[in-house]
């Protein structure tokens, strides 16, 4: 749904999730080759009953390294109250006085280490990563309580500096979207 992009939401197949004793509500790990995000899973829409299909949005599907169609592995995760959490800007960049703002856009949000968080400030889009997060976990759920600190030092780790642009970001284009899929998707994944 548009209304999840960004926001660390995956809406999974009502079947899969009975089966895997998962409820909305619930922290969850999709993980593939070796990569992992982290998300809450809500209701999915009920024509996706029985499909077996999760829906998530383009930066947790970049930061899998996956497409849609794309098969990933998705547990269940007991995830701690974030006490502390301590986010760097992807560019050169000094912000005073946003911590309550972006606790606010974090707030309900389960995140990790590294991960990208998109933030429009003044109606810009702004990453900012993960750094670091107290209690010391896999993955921590920031909340109202939750401390936040914007660090002064762009963030250097991995994919920094790379513009992320997902289908997402392009707004109001549906048809033109489907049309660019269908030409740039179909041919990587059925080259024949």
């Known amino acids: 749904m548009a209304s999840d992009v960004g926001r660390g939401i995956a809406r999974l197949d009502p079947v899969v999730a009975a089966k895997l004793g998962i ?3 619930d922290a969850i790990e999709i993980s593939v080759k070796g990569k992992r995000a982290f998300a809450l899973c ?16 383009g ?6 390294g996956v497409g849609i169609d794309d098969r990933v592995l998705v547990r ?6 974030a006490q502390s959490i301590t986010l760097a800007p992807g560019e050169r960049l000094r912000i005073v006085g946003g911590e309550e703002y972006i606790r606010g856009i974090l707030s309900g949000r389960v995140v990790a280490r590294g991960d990208m968080v998109p933030v ?4 810009r889009p702004i990453s900012f990563y993960v750094v670091s997060f107290q209690p010391a976990a896999e993955a921590v759920i920031v909340g109202d309580d939750t401390s936040v600190k914007i660090s002064e030092t762009p963030y250097s ?3 920094s500096g790379i513009p992320r642009i997902t ?20 041919p990587l994944r059925h080259p024949e």
């Open 167 to 186: 289908y997402e970001d392009i707004g109001g284009l549906r048809d033109a979207i489907q049309k660019v899929r269908e030409m740039v998707e179909l």
């Open 42 to 57: 809500w209701a999915a829409h009920p024509r996706d009953a029985g499909k077996g299909t999760i829906r998530i949005d």
């Open 157 to 159: 780790g991995p994919a």
């Open 23 to 25: 409820e909305s509500g």
């Open 76 to 81: 269940k995760v007991s995830v701690k109250p």
């Open 59 to 64: 930066y947790i599907r970049e930061s899998l």
């Open 120 to 123: 429009r400030i003044m109606g």
